[in-house]
């Protein structure tokens, strides 16, 4: 049908489907606008402009994939003109493709380095990946070229804000939002700004004013409730998680934030959109405080498996393929990699988690799935499975230790880390959104899945302040 539509649209009738779409996407109507837009793009040869305005209203509702495609047409056909990098940049970044949309953003740039919404994007991507000096002065230059205007103030805000400098943040976010007092969003970086700089009676103080003076907005409720929980003020921190969740029913972040307050009882594994929220927005400062907390696992993994393979610690042999499970930045790849000799293969639900691992070059495949997902989808065995510090966002362990089994080769290792719970505990979720394990319910649970301990060793992973974490690192082997 669209082929028909397409032969008999006059070039007429092509703009005045390409300027009645733009209109409605223009007043926020993209469902709306989808079908004249798809029309407009199915010409042949159609302009960029129907490419690029289709992926706009695609972004707009949500599926991405698709906008993804129309970005790329409208790129390809618009000679990478600007507004259409921008477009692919924008729909990459929500697609957790941010070196790729950073790629984009900086294309826009050098094909017109006056752009100034070009470059506050770059800004914005490159304070992402976590490149701050360049994104300052991006973010800068595009607020100079528009002091007037609220949002790149709030830009420039984020960028210090995700850069650590808390001081001059609060200083444009006040700027921000004295132009623009209504905004919710703005208030609400202001007030996550302040807690972020271990301020969290003053983000209080923000986010209560906002809430009374803006939008009802998901936003501003999270950030009081994290500010109130900061506090210890638990009942009230669940009061504002209750309005951000009747805003946003969907939300697993929240619900999670809410069950490790013991609002709800504890789910039997974290939510795997808590878990991407919460590692896509932690991904370019992992490895650095993780380094500053003492953090052991990797270290401790691989002196297992050199005890457990000899003829590999000595360079006579090499591993054969390797499973990551909850691989992050990809340190387990990087510590084991003189040990490689077959496929390292990763598995993570945030995919800025998954870039990192990816730009180490030592990973043959990066899937970004749920691993119980990804563990279901495999059919392969595997010489060695690791789950580093990855146990710490489930609970019941039972299930997934059987599925594990299902996948080693024989004669395989199965490496684990958990935190420590009191001995006589199942397992506990925390107020920090992490499960404990007690030993004997570990030693059980393994012992269920048909799995033997061959090390099992229970010490600090990591330190907290002056406060040792206690885990129990296991490298275990299918039994019988
Ligand atoms: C604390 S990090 C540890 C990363 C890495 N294993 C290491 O030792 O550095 C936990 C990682 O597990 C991932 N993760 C947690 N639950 C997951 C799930 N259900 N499916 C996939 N990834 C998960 C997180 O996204 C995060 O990257």
Redesign the pocket.
């Known amino acids: 049908m669209l082929a028909s539509v397409a032969e008999s649209t006059p070039p007429a009738a092509l703009m005045r489907l390409m300027e009645r779409g733009a209109a409605l996407l223009a007043e926020g109507r993209a469902a709306e606008s989808l079908e004249l837009l798809q029309r407009a793009a199915s010409v042949p040869d159609a302009p960029a402009l129907a490419h690029g305005l289709l992926a706009e209203a695609l972004e707009a509702e949500g599926r991405l994939d698709e906008a993804l495609l129309a970005a790329d047409r409208a790129v390809r056909s618009g000679e990478g003109a600007p507004p259409w990098l921008r477009a692919r940049a924008r729909i990459r970044r929500a697609l957790g493709q941010s070196l790729a949309g950073l790629d984009d953003a900086a294309a826009a740039v050098m094909a017109d380095p006056s752009d100034i919404e070009s470059k506050s994007l770059l800004g914005i991507c490159l304070s992402e990946a976590g490149r701050h000096d360049e994104a300052l002065l991006l973010l800068h230059q595009a607020f100079s070229a528009e002091p007037g205007s609220a949002q790149r103030a709030a830009m420039l805000g984020f960028g210090f804000l995700r850069a650590g400098r808390h001081a001059a943040a609060e200083e444009v976010l006040g700027l921000a939002e004295a132009m623009a007092p209504q905004a919710p969003g703005i208030a609400a970086l202001r007030a996550q700004n302040a807690l972020a700089a271990g301020e969290p009676e003053r983000a209080i103080a923000i986010a209560e004013a906002a809430v009374h003076r803006c939008a009802a907005d998901v936003r501003l409720f999270s950030v009081l409730g994290q500010a109130r929980q900061r506090l210890g003020q638990d009942a009230a921190a669940l009061d504002a998680y209750a309005a951000a969740l009747r805003l946003d029913p969907g939300s697993g972040y929240l619900r999670h934030l809410v069950a490790a307050l013991g609002g709800d009882a504890a789910p039997a594994?974290?939510d795997?959109r808590y878990?991407?929220e919460v590692?896509d927005g932690y991904a370019s400062r992992f490895e650095a405080s993780?380094f500053a907390l003492g953090y052991r696992?990797?270290g401790m993994m691989l002196r297992m498996i050199e005890r457990a393979r000899p003829e590999v610690a000595a360079g006579r042999a090499k591993l054969g393929p390797v499973l990551?499970?909850?691989?992050?930045?990809g340190?387990?790849g990087a510590t084991l990699h003189d040990l490689l000799g077959d496929a390292l293969v990763g598995?993570?639900?945030?995919s800025r988690?998954i870039e990192e691992a990816r730009a180490k070059g030592v990973y043959t495949r990066l899937d970004c799935?749920?691993?119980?997902a990804a563990l279901r989808a495999e059919e392969g065995l595997y010489d060695v499975i690791?789950l580093?510090?990855?146990l710490?966002?489930?609970g019941e362990l039972a299930p997934l230790l059987r599925q594990l089994r299902a996948r080693l080769a024989p004669g395989g290792l199965l490496l684990l880390s958990v935190e420590a719970a009191a001995p006589e505990a199942r397992w506990t979720l925390a107020r920090s959104g992490r499960y404990a394990h007690g030993e004997a319910y570990l030693r059980a649970a393994l012992a269920e899945a048909g799995l033997v301990a061959r090390e099992f060793r229970s010490e600090p992973i990591r330190w907290e302040g002056e406060d040792p974490v206690q885990g129990h690192v296991v490298c275990a082997m299918a039994g019988g």
Request: aromatic fraction near 10%; proline fraction near 3%; charge should be negative.
């Open positions: 594994r974290a795997g878990v991407a590692f993780l696992v990797p990551d499970l909850g691989c992050g930045t340190l387990m598995v993570d639900m945030s988690m799935l749920d691993i119980e690791l580093a510090d990855v710490c966002y489930f």
